[in-house]
Structures are given as C-alpha cells and as structure tokens.
C-alpha cells in the first residue's frame, strides 16, 4: 500500500516557523520528483515548492527566501521549512510525489498564521 503522511501543521502567529514532514511508504521516494502544494479556503491548489529526484528544487515566488524543500532519501521523507510565515500562508499543505504518468498525494496537514 502507498502512503503519503503529511505531519507538522499547527497554528502558528506571524513571523513564526513550521517545517512540515512527509514520510512515505510503499514507494521509494528517491526515484520521485517531490513537491509541496497547498489550497487556501476559497481558491485553487498550487504548487509551492518542488524537488526534482536530482536534487534540484524550484519555488513559488510568494515563498522564495522563506520557505526550503530538503528530502533525506535514506529515511524517505520530505520536508517543507517554512519561516517568517505570513497570514497569506494559511493553507492545507500536501505532499506530491511523481514519477512518470504515477502520482501519489497525502492528506494534507492544515497551517494556521494568524495573530
């Protein structure tokens, strides 16, 4: 069974930091391209940043400079640091995995910025 599980959302206030976690299973995750998306109320999914199987990464330019996609193959996973965080962030965030024409997504986990 393939599972992404997303971890590390909460309420957070504005300046503050988060960094989101998305352990898989039932896929090796170091042959994937990752990527993180969220969907505030109201609006559609977007892509904030992604993470290329090589390492390279790729992000919104409404997060640039806050925000740093890493993953660590050996234990699975991928992580979303997200500082300086902005009311603007408050989302559920998913976690996105690709490989060819196959795609897996997460729950989602939900962020809060607010005062």
């Known amino acids: 069974q393939v599972r992404l599980v997303e971890s590390g959302g909460g309420l957070v206030q504005p300046g503050g930091s988060l960094r989101l976690s998305c352990a898989a299973s039932g896929i090796t995750l170091r042959f994937f391209d990752m990527g993180w998306y969220r969907q505030a109320p109201g609006k559609q999914r977007e892509l904030v940043a992604r993470?290329?199987?090589?390492?390279?990464?790729d992000y919104a330019d409404s997060v640039k400079g806050r925000f740093t996609i890493s993953r660590d193959n050996a234990k699975n996973t991928v992580s979303l640091q997200m500082n300086n965080l902005k009311p603007e962030d408050t989302a559920v965030y998913y976690c996105?995995?690709?490989?060819?024409?196959?795609?897996?997504w997460g729950q989602g986990t939900r962020v809060t910025v607010s005062s």
């Open positions: 993470i290329t199987s090589g390492g390279n990464t």
């Open positions: 996105n995995a690709n490989l060819a024409s196959i795609a897996y």
